[in-house]
């Protein structure tokens, strides 16, 4: 999962970017980079967060009106800065991109992409793919007389290439800015309009909370299948390709995204609310009475609350977060998930002593935050600790860009609730329910393969194999 903006400006954007990129920081902490075009590319790349890889100096570096930028998670490749984000080439034209999500098909495209085009790609990178995939079918037709016919067919013919989830987006030097989401707009994109005294700017993010800030008005998602191309006059111009069965992924809703943002046409604080009302009715079911409800801060938050007004018991915070340390789920190790756990939180004596308290967090994934929070909680003096997820048991890999993509690391994989429990220390384990979740998506159509194991897209055991060889590799 990472976080990806593109704006289309009439003055200089290299502000707006940096800044921007901040306000989707907890879409990534491993690497930042923005890739500006005045006649030239002007590239800055670095590792950590964005406050690290930027200084006052580099907004005078990064020159020009066009501009995108980028924050990593890396789930899969390396955490190098040789696979960072934004990638360019020169040409045909001057490409540049960046992207949020991940290509299943990632060994087909990179043996195509050398044997039918003779491009060596080699750098673990996903965006390399679809960057050098995108090139190869511009380099296909008249580059003189390019027509909006011809750039949305070779997006569509990149998209029939490319397998997995991807919302890109492309410079193309002195034509304009491109977007386009794969066929079944499995992650989000937003686009927003700014007016100014010189004419209307546009902007491209992950999340609609970026285009707020930065003071643009939000037009709508970059749906499934949908590409916009923002030519160099700053028309706007839409082009609906391949699309199959719509499957946005529900894990933004429950972890990724900021609590005010808005996703598919829904407020993503209203949609966790909502999750922890129902998770209300599954701890009635199991005849537990926790005498306080605490979150797991800060992304319990709006789950607990919720879920205590529903079942009438206090709502306490019984956890005290450092807000200077980063999010323990998008850390590469389980030992540094471990360790920051115990960093960043710190139990609440007065909530906690003597009472049997119920911990509220958005998933249980590998088990490691869990374990530590039972072991905080216990040694606060909590009579019993009961464990309740906003998710229900993740049980397959994600291969769509969530850190979590062999069996290996899901602790609930080909094990049973009470199995979870006895791993975790706790008295108790809830998880909320598969059939309660779907009943509040239908009709959005999400994604929850990583619960249910069915994916949207072709994902065969050779597929899994692969990306987890990838990432082994990665890890040595």
């Not at 590409?227 to 111009?237: K, N, Q, R, S, Y």
Request: proline content about 4%; glycine content about 10%; overall charge negative.
């Amino acid at each position: 999962m990472c976080g990806v903006l593109g704006i289309w400006g009439r003055s200089e954007v290299a502000a707006d970017l940096i800044f921007g990129l901040t306000t989707l920081q907890h879409r990534g902490q491993d690497a930042a980079g923005a890739i500006t075009f005045d006649g030239s590319f002007h590239v800055k790349i670095g590792r950590g967060l964005v406050s690290r890889v930027f200084e006052d100096r580099h907004q005078e570096r990064l020159r020009g009106t066009w501009g995108l930028g980028h924050v990593r998670y890396a789930t899969m490749g390396s955490t190098d800065v040789e696979d960072a984000q934004p990638v360019h080439v020169n040409y045909p034209y001057g490409l540049a991109m960046v992207h949020n999500g991940n290509v299943v098909n990632f060994a087909e495209v990179r043996e195509n992409l050398y044997t039918e085009h003779h491009r060596l790609v080699d750098t673990s990178n996903d965006v390399a793919l679809i960057l050098y995939t995108f090139a190869a079918a511009l380099e296909q037709r008249d580059l003189r007389a390019l027509t909006f016919d011809d750039l949305f067919s070779c997006v569509d013919a990149t998209r029939r290439a490319i397998h997995g989830a991807y919302a890109v987006i492309c410079l193309i030097a002195g034509r304009g800015l491109l977007a386009f989401s794969d066929p079944h707009g499995i992650r989000p994109m937003v686009l927003g309009v700014r007016q100014t005294p010189k004419g209307p700017e546009y902007a491209i993010a992950s999340e609609t909370t970026c285009l707020d800030y930065l003071g643009f008005r939000v037009e709508g998602d970059i749906g499934a299948g949908e590409a916009v191309f923002i030519d160099a006059t700053g028309t706007v111009h839409r082009h609906q390709g391949p699309r199959e069965k719509p499957a946005f992924c529900v894990f933004e809703y429950i972890y990724f995204a900021r609590e005010d943002s808005v996703l598919q046409g829904r407020v993503v604080a209203a949609e966790r609310e909502r999750m922890g009302r129902a998770l209300a009715d599954v701890v009635r079911r199991a005849g537990l009475r926790p005498d306080v409800v605490i979150d797991v801060p800060a992304s319990g938050f709006l789950f607990a609350s919720s879920m205590a007004q529903a079942l009438g018991i206090p709502f306490r915070r019984g956890l005290a977060k450092n807000h200077h340390i980063g999010r323990s789920f998008i850390l590469p190790t389980d030992e540094e998930r471990r360790r920051m756990v115990g960093l960043k939180l710190n139990p609440i004596r007065g909530v906690l002593e003597g009472r049997r308290v119920a911990v509220v967090d958005d998933s249980i994934v590998r088990g490691t935050t869990s374990r530590r929070l039972v072991e905080l909680l216990r040694g606060a003096g909590a009579r019993e600790v009961y464990v309740i997820s906003a998710a229900p048991p993740v049980v397959s890999p994600c291969v769509y860009g969530i850190d979590m993509s062999t069996t290996a690391e899901i602790i609930a994989a080909n094990r049973t609730v009470d199995d979870v429990c006895r791993m975790i220390g706790a008295d108790a384990v809830v998880y909320q329910e598969l059939s309660a979740l779907r009943s509040l998506y239908g009709e959005i159509s999400c994604c929850d393969a990583c619960f249910s194991g069915e994916y949207p897209t072709h994902v065969d055991r050779e597929a899994l194999d692969d990306i987890r060889r990838e990432k082994e590799d990665a890890g040595r």
